[in-house]
């Protein structure tokens, strides 16, 4: 017995969401912590998993704070625009934004795999104004659920998702979004074509099943799907001033590599 409350049992991309988890609340404990989450060592303290198997990966670990960070301030400014905003939440897992950033008056979803709610529901609760939605973010039922949504701002958020799909299901999901929701904003993650296959080889050191299958040849790439779509802002993992990335900043004077991983920001339709 090891007197933890739960033992996950995710498959494939749902158990990607481990990952973040336990790199918060790792980060959370250092002095020079990027981000402090007490929220995820209270959850880490109560899962039985084999987290030693993502130690060999620290670059991926700052990565991955790097753009939590960067949602994290997307997900703020918004807010600071429209203080009764809608936020979505797409592939939510175990992620504790909501109890990071929350205002008093935005309205919240987040929406996962049925698995990955059930667990969600048991470790975070069920907050006021935040929302859970158990189902495929690819079958575009749960975009019935959102009634909350209408007449509001709405920001779609997608942190570590899309590239796990592949580009059509992205594309439809993204035009989806756009003609249920004209004029809401969507920010994401994406990483360069050549990217892919690198991140893979990493993420094959962990033993989790999951594969990256989407990348972009062009931030703009989106731009070409429908009228209306349109970047708005472009942040580069590597071209944040963070001491802490050191030698990894010194991609960003090799565009293959520097400008290969980033945070998107678009808006679909609308004015």
Known sequence: MTGKECTPKLQGVAETL???LYYRALETQRPDALVKDAKAVEVIGRIDYDFGRFSRLQSEQLAILVRLRLFDAAV????TEHPDGVIVDIGCGLNTRFHRVDNGTLEWFDLDLPEVIV???QLLGEPPRCHLLAGSALEPAWMNQLGKAAGRPVLFVAEGVFPYW???QVKGVVLALKERFPGARLVFDATSRLLVLTHNIELALTQVQAR???GMGSTKAME???AGVRLLNTWYYFEQPEPRLRSLRLMRYLPVLGKGAF???YQ???R
């Open 18 to 20: 481990i990952i973040p």
């Open 76 to 79: 703020r400014s918004f807010l």
């Open 119 to 121: 667990l969600r529901r």
């Open 166 to 168: 592949t580009e059509a």
């Open 212 to 214: 990256l299958r989407f």
């Open 224 to 226: 070409a799907w429908a």
């Open 263 to 265: 945070v998107l920001l």
């Open 268 to 270: 679909l339709g609308g």
